[in-house]
């Protein structure tokens, strides 16, 4: 019941192509795009349209797309821009499954104009996918498929690339013809009026000629799909990116640079970022060249010491490490080079290296254990014979199974040796850097796989918060008109979290303050409490460790007089206080939270700001929640006050697992919370005692209009709430939920146990086993577009898996495709209506109007199911062997 064709398929794979405003003028549009089809030697069916003409480079020319007697899968369209909603409502009435507007008298305002609006609107009414407008083009070199306004010969390969910008993904074409490169598919997207980057992304996931991804993005329209659609492609593949311009910034105020957001949002999509264009084509000469590192160790090989030290230094720049080469490692090459007590790596084999020398140095360090990628660095000094060298490299690593870059450093003498690297596929650079760099951005691709499996639930075995109260105290202060909260308000709010806090009352003239200082306890703190005033230092209108109760009463009015005068337009509504936190071994930290304009909420973490609240921020780690134990550890190591929560001077560490349960309260609210504007515990002071907040800061806003819950936030937490149980009959329990990452095996063993019958059933053709991307694509689902939920039952200290049902939601938004199976032992024993009833159920909540599935037309069972559930049955469209079951949600 799942169709493997991609819904973009007739995009990336047509069978029939027609360029419209297709010329015999050299340099224009249609005359660029057909001599480039034309010497592709598209496999498929080639069409010219332009009513001016009867024929063009020798073939029949139609002077319309309804005129081909025939329905075309792509159009692309070469015309003038305002002739662009006319050519597309004539692809529509002659069904044409998409269209690429490579426009002539190009938009350059970023916005759509009045012609491409009406087209979006023809497109939308007849069903035509576009890409575009204000599109370079599009390319599948191994179908011969070229339909790009470049002049570029685009060779077959694995890397496929996804550009805003037309100009980068021309650029990126020339350089891989050049450097023998070779692509799977290339799409310059435009201003993605109808077709976006998430959509690429998912054909590119399903194509298998794809094996990694290279993305050049100048902007975010919906972080929700962004982030899914990342994530997806980088379960099965790396993913890396290069962003153009700068990341808005917040019109809140704070100070959390969004470049870090941004980054952290990569992070926990498992993408992995580059900086700049050069640093994109080493990565993609490294891919193409099955460059893939398993972990961060690196041995490095050099015939000089001081451009071994300059790669060593980057490389711990880098975060990379350099481990001690065993000694049977060293001793292998030359028995001299192993002395006692000296560093082995770099591994400098000596200025006289010959060839046979550097072939013995790599082929140890590719058998030592504790080496995963190895660099091999030579400059050319008298004896160095630099193409025989390389030659002898690349002997020795014919049967490599780790990576393996060169640096040949120099000029003339190097040339023919870096041509030969080339040429058999290993990565070659001129300097030490560029080569360092290369391996630790595509070894960081491989360690984010680890913050990619993590499915985060909000407040995880954490005792329920108090979310009535929380919403109470928010919708009291909204009400009266306030979007600050004061800080007995804030606290309130973390209590209800189970946050420890400081107990605060407010006192409002001297002698109160006095008396419920004395019933508090000395020493304590006096803060203003004024709605106006944010920051309350700043203002003066905050006193520490008063000891005293004269020194209370003067601290009440001194704080009065000040911020009277300081901030005249302030309201003081009193002075809270509090008990001073004395802790000896404390860290304090400021842990927070802010509304990104483009990923929503942020959670942060640094040091409390001694320098102040600004320079305290730009010190901080950052995440996307929802966190987990797993994210919190990742997050804490980032942060620049990792070592100080460690065992630091006279001072124990502190309680890791108090400072995590308040990341993950902090995570839990903000998940629960989407009237959270930002948040500020400053100071969370921390020892080995525990964790507790001393100074609170919210600010709230309306709540947005969410269709669902968690709308407001770019990664959907993994749904605890849909997890379910039942008894069957004969007593035994059964349990109802969501798929998870780990599942994996329990999926792949689930899958095998079915018969060869119900295995062909579910995958329409022969499968025995799932492919490490099918179970990364079934298992580590975006809950947001997709569910799938499994029915299991332990059995001992295993679970069994009884059945699994999903849907993924099609590209209209507003219908999704369903998939069931059953394990073949478990028929008739209600499991199948358990799982369909719970699906359907959690498809209408998520707001879609249909289900449909497409069902062999001999699976007579499944056909007499969703009979009885309401599905009606129609002929396929298309392949008669199908029928297509549609259920109205």
């Known amino acids: 019941m799942d169709s493997e064709r991609h819904y973009l398929t007739s995009l990336f794979e047509p069978q029939s192509v027609a360029i419209i405003g297709a010329s015999e003028t050299a340099n224009s549009i249609g005359y660029t795009v057909a001599q480039n089809m034309l010497a592709a030697g598209f496999k498929g069916q080639l069409f010219f349209v332009n009513p001016s003409h009867k024929t063009l480079f020798g073939e029949l020319c139609f002077k319309s797309i309804e005129a081909i007697p025939q329905r075309i899968d792509l159009a692309v369209i070469c015309t003038r821009n305002e002739t662009i909603a006319e050519i597309v409502e004539a692809c529509g009435r002659a069904g044409c499954r998409t269209a690429v507007i490579i426009s002539a008298g190009m938009n350059t305002t970023g916005t759509q104009t009045a012609a491409e609006r009406r087209a979006l609107v023809s497109a939308k009414h007849h069903g035509v996918r576009l890409v575009g407008p204000e599109s370079m083009g599009i390319a599948r070199p191994i179908s011969g498929l070229n339909a790009s306004f470049t002049h570029t010969f685009v060779a077959p390969g694995s890397i496929g690339v996804v550009s805003h910008s037309g100009a980068i993904g021309a650029t990126v074409l020339d350089w891989a013809t050049t450097n023998k490169i070779g692509v799977s598919n290339v799409v310059t997207m435009g201003l993605e009026c109808d077709i976006d980057f998430g959509e690429v992304l998912d054909y590119m996931v399903a194509d298998h000629r794809t094996e990694s991804i290279f993305i050049f993005i100048e902007g975010i329209k919906n972080s929700r799909r962004f982030m899914s659609s990342l994530r997806a492609a980088a379960r099965c593949k790396p993913v890396l990116l290069v962003k153009i311009g700068t990341h808005p910034r917040s019109k809140f105020g704070n100070s959390i640079d969004p470049e870090m957001v941004f980054d952290a949002a990569l992070r926990r999509a498992g993408v992995v970022r580059l900086a700049t264009i050069g640093q994109m084509y080493a990565a993609a000469q490294a891919l193409f060249s099955r460059f893939r590192p398993k972990g961060n160790r690196l041995a490095i090989i050099t015939n000089g010491n001081a451009p071994g030290l300059m790669a060593a230094d980057h490389a711990l720049k880098m975060g990379l490490v350099l481990p001690q080469l065993q000694t049977k490692t060293v001793a292998a090459v030359d028995k001299s080079l192993a002395a006692p007590g000296v560093s082995t790596n770099p591994f400098n084999i000596l200025g006289d290296a010959d060839p046979a020398r550097y072939a013995a140095a790599l082929t140890a360090c590719l058998a030592d254990s504790q080496v995963d990628s190895v660099m091999l660095m030579l400059t050319p000094q008298g004896s160095t014979l630099p193409g025989e060298t390389a030659i002898a490299v690349i002997?020795?690593?014919?049967?490599?199974?780790?990576?393996?870059?060169?640096?040949?450093?120099?000029?003339?003498?190097?040339?023919?040796?870096?041509?030969?690297?080339?040429?058999?596929?290993?990565?070659?650079?001129?300097?030490?850097?560029?080569?360092?760099?290369?391996?630790?951005?595509?070894?960081?691709?491989?360690?984010?796989?680890?913050?990619?499996?993590?499915?985060?639930?909000?407040?995880?075995?954490?005792?329920?918060?108090?979310?009535?109260?929380?919403?109470?105290?928010?919708?009291?202060?909204?009400?009266?008109?306030?979007?600050?909260?004061?800080?007995?308000?804030?606290?309130?709010?973390?209590?209800?979290?189970?946050?420890?806090?400081?107990?605060?009352?407010?006192?409002?003239?001297?002698?109160?303050?006095?008396?419920?200082?004395?019933?508090?306890?000395?020493?304590?703190?006096?803060?203003?409490?004024?709605?106006?005033?944010?920051?309350?230092?700043?203002?003066?209108?905050?006193?520490?460790?008063?000891?005293?109760?004269?020194?209370?009463?003067?601290?009440?009015?001194?704080?009065?007089?000040?911020?009277?005068?300081?901030?005249?337009?302030?309201?003081?509504?009193?002075?809270?206080?509090?008990?001073?936190?004395?802790?000896?071994?404390?860290?304090?930290?400021?842990?927070?939270?802010?509304?990104?304009?483009?990923?929503?909420?942020?959670?942060?973490?640094?040091?409390?700001?001694?320098?102040?609240?600004?320079?305290?921020?730009?010190?901080?780690?950052?995440?996307?929640?929802?966190?987990?134990?797993?994210?919190?550890?990742?997050?804490l190591q980032t942060t620049r006050t990792a070592a100080n929560l460690d065992e630091y001077g006279d001072k124990p560490p502190v309680d890791l697992n108090a400072l995590q349960v308040v990341m993950l309260r902090v995570s839990e609210m903000v998940c629960e919370l989407p009237w959270i504007r930002e948040m500020e515990i400053s100071p969370l002071i921390v020892d080995e005692n525990g964790a507790v907040a001393v100074d609170a800061r919210i600010t709230v806003q309306e709540p947005p209009l969410l269709t669902r819950k968690y709308d407001h936030m770019a990664i959907h937490p993994y749904p605890s709430n849909l997890i379910t149980h039942f008894q069957l009959p004969d007593g035994e329990t059964v349990t109802v939920r969501p798929i998870r990452p780990e599942d994996a095996e329990l999926q792949q063993t689930f899958v095998k146990s079915l018969s060869a019958e119900s295995r062909y059933f579910r995958f329409m053709s022969s499968v025995h086993e799932l492919s490490t991307a099918q179970l990364a694509r079934l298992t580590q689902i975006d809950y947001d577009r997709e569910m799938a939920l499994i029915a299991e039952m332990d059995k001992g200290e295993i679970k069994q898996e009884l059945g699994v049902v999903r849907y993924a939601t099609n590209p209209d938004g507003a219908s999704c495709e369903f998939a069931i199976v059953i394990a073949d032992d478990w028929h008739r024993r209600g499991i199948a209506r358990r799982l369909m009833s719970a699906l359907i159920d959690c498809a209408r909540n998520n707001g879609l109007s249909s289900m449909n599935g497409d069902i062999l037309a001999e699976n007579s069972h499944m056909l007499h199911f969703v009979t009885g559930l309401g599905f009606s049955l129609s002929a396929h469209p298309e392949d008669p062997g199908l029928r297509r079951a549609v259920l109205a949600l």
Not at 509 to 521: C, H, P, R
Not at 522 to 530: E, R, S
Not at 532 to 552: F, P, S, Y
Not at 602 to 611: H, K, L, N, T
């Open 395 to 635: 002997a020795a690593a014919t049967e490599a199974k780790k990576p393996i870059v060169a640096c040949w450093m120099g000029g003339t003498q190097v040339t023919e040796a870096r041509r030969l690297f080339l040429d058999a596929g290993i990565p070659v650079f001129r300097t030490p850097e560029p080569a360092v760099d290369l391996f630790s951005h595509i070894s960081n691709f491989y360690r984010a796989q680890q913050l990619l499996l993590q499915t985060a639930t909000p407040g995880a075995d954490l005792p329920q918060p108090r979310l009535e109260s929380a919403r109470l105290v928010i919708e009291t202060a909204l009400g009266e008109g306030r979007k600050v909260l004061s800080e007995m308000e804030s606290k309130a709010i973390l209590a209800s979290f189970q946050i420890p806090i400081a107990p605060t009352v407010v006192a409002r003239s001297a002698t109160e303050a006095v008396v419920l200082a004395e019933e508090i306890g000395l020493p304590v703190v006096l803060k203003i409490v004024a709605s106006q005033i944010t920051h309350k230092a700043e203002a003066g209108g905050v006193r520490l460790n008063l000891e005293k109760l004269t020194d209370v009463r003067d601290a009440y009015l001194a704080i009065s007089e000040t911020v009277a005068r300081r901030r005249p337009d302030a309201v003081i509504q009193g002075i809270s206080i509090e008990p001073m936190i004395v802790k000896p071994n404390g860290r304090q930290l400021v842990v927070g939270t802010i509304t990104d304009p483009i990923f929503g909420p942020i959670i942060y973490i640094g040091p409390s700001g001694e320098r102040g609240r600004f320079a305290s921020l730009r010190e901080c780690a950052v995440a996307l929640p929802p966190l987990n134990p797993y994210l919190v550890a990742d997050l």
